[in-house]
Nanobody
Framework: QVQLVESGGGLVQAGGSLRLSCAAP????????MAWFRQVPGKEREFVAG????????DYADSVKGRFTISRDDAKNAVYLQMNSLKPEDTAVYYC????????????????WGKGTLVFVSS
C-alpha cells in the first residue's frame, strides 16, 4: 500500500499563491503517474492536474490552465502543485493520487489516494 501525504494547504487571499506537496515514501514512486484532484463538500471530486512517470507529460483541467503547475522530484519521492492567481472558486480539499500506470490515458483510474489538504481562498 502506498501512503501519500499532502501538505501546504491553508488560507490565502484571492490572487495569492500556494504550493502543495505530496510525499510518497515508496521506492517505486518514480514509475507512477501522479495527479492532484480537488473536492468541494457536496460536489464530486474533480481532476486538477496530472503528470506522467517521467515528468515529460502534464495535463490540466481547463479551469486551472495557466495558473497551476504540477511537477515532480523523484529524488525526494514528491510531487508538487504550484497554484498562482488563486480564486475563491479554487477553495476545496486537494488530494494527491498515484497511478501504477506510468502514462495513463485517463486520470479516472488512480490506485492510491492521500487524505487531502484544505485550501481556502478568501475574496
Amino acid at each position: 500500500q502506498v501512503q501519500l501525504v499532502e501538505s501546504g494547504g491553508g488560507l490565502v487571499q484571492a490572487g495569492g499563491s500556494l504550493r502543495l506537496s505530496c510525499a510518497a515514501p515508496e521506492r517505486t514512486f518514480s514509475t507512477y503517474a501522479m495527479a492532484w484532484f480537488r473536492q468541494v463538500p457536496g460536489k464530486e471530486r474533480e481532476f486538477v492536474a496530472g503528470i506522467n512517470w517521467s515528468g515529460g507529460l502534464t495535463d490540466y483541467a481547463d479551469s486551472v490552465k495557466g495558473r497551476f503547475t504540477i511537477s515532480r522530484d523523484d529524488a525526494k519521492n514528491a510531487v508538487y502543485l504550484q497554484m498562482n492567481s488563486l480564486k475563491p472558486e479554487d477553495t476545496a480539499v486537494y488530494y494527491c493520487a498515484a497511478d501504477r500506470t506510468p502514462s495513463p490515458s485517463t486520470w479516472s483510474g488512480m490506485d492510491y489516494w492521500g487524505k487531502g489538504t484544505l485550501v481556502f481562498v478568501s475574496s
